[in-house]
């Protein structure tokens, strides 16, 4: 081992272990993107691969978490949404299963969630979008914290990943395992965000085009041809209606999304439904936009959900392959630095 490899398995020791596996990477949850095949595939070359539930019914669930038993005798976790209407049947699914953590996203976890969760002895992990957040967090019992920076694909907060770690970590990283996320292409800031106490990171961008991903070629294709500046935020049209921006990569279904949240505002005016209902409207919008480009192939009217480190994604390769290359790229940074 090159004293590289050793400071990088030392780095990575705390959040491996955390997670049960031998590599600190998690594969974040992707809607219909991050399924058994995806899964399996991050799992069983040493990461950690979580299935996106998105807006998946408990019975697809359930299938979804045995198809990918079936692939990987290594952990896994399991990403839900907060606001899905069946939270609590998700996490049964999850329990019967023994699935070792579940992510929960989509904001603060309602009342007994977490309970809930640790019941079945899973961990739980949660976003945390701010440092007071964190803190509200960690004292009500999540196991683990994910910061994701602006620079990630999908849902995004306002802040810029580099500035996360550099106010967060150091407050709590001594208190449990965080993971960074958003923006991360290469090793060498992996070695970075681990110098600077990190547990471990979270890709997602970097996994699409791997070779064992469902995404349709016409997804992996327009992935493989942009390059950061083409992963634009969507804007905000209505100020009535606080809508969570997404990244995706600059089409004509960016466009709609305007149109879409106009609707949806004069519903809100017109009385016909309220916020709650206009806001899981818009969530409902986005996964059957996602749904097209994904898996019909459809990256002109799809939603083809990017993060800013796209640019950074060359080819089609396995998921060996990538992790490999992250970890070399990471162990090369720690080596150079050490000198
Ligand atoms: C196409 C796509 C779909 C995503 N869907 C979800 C999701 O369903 N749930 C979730 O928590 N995060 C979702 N994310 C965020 C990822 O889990 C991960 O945190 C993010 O991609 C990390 O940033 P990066 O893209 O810069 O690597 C999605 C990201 C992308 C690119």
Redesign the pocket.
Known sequence: MSIGQERLARRMARGAEFLGCDVAILG???????ERNLVSAISNAGGFG?I???AMSPELLDTEIAETKKRTDKPFGV?L?TMHPQLFELIGVCAKHKVSHV?L??GLPPAGALDAIKASGAKVIC?APALALAKKLIRSGVDAL?I??M?????IGPVS?SVLAQEMLPEIADQLPVFV?????KGQLIAGYLEMGAAGV???????CATECIAHPNFKKAFIRASARDAIASVQIDPRLPVIPV??LRNAEMEAFAAKQREVAQMLDDGKVDMGAAQLEIEHYWAGA?RRA?IDGDVESGS???????GMVKAEEPVADIIATLMTEAAEALETRAH
């Open positions: 974040g949850a992707m809607s219909w993107i991050s979580v996106a539930c998105g990403n949404i992510v996203a989509g976003f994910v994701e920076g620079e990630a694909g999908g849902h990943t996320a958003g923006g991360i292409g979270q890709l997602g961008t970097r996994f699409v990244r995706a996602l994904v083809v959900m990017a993060g800013q480190s796209v």
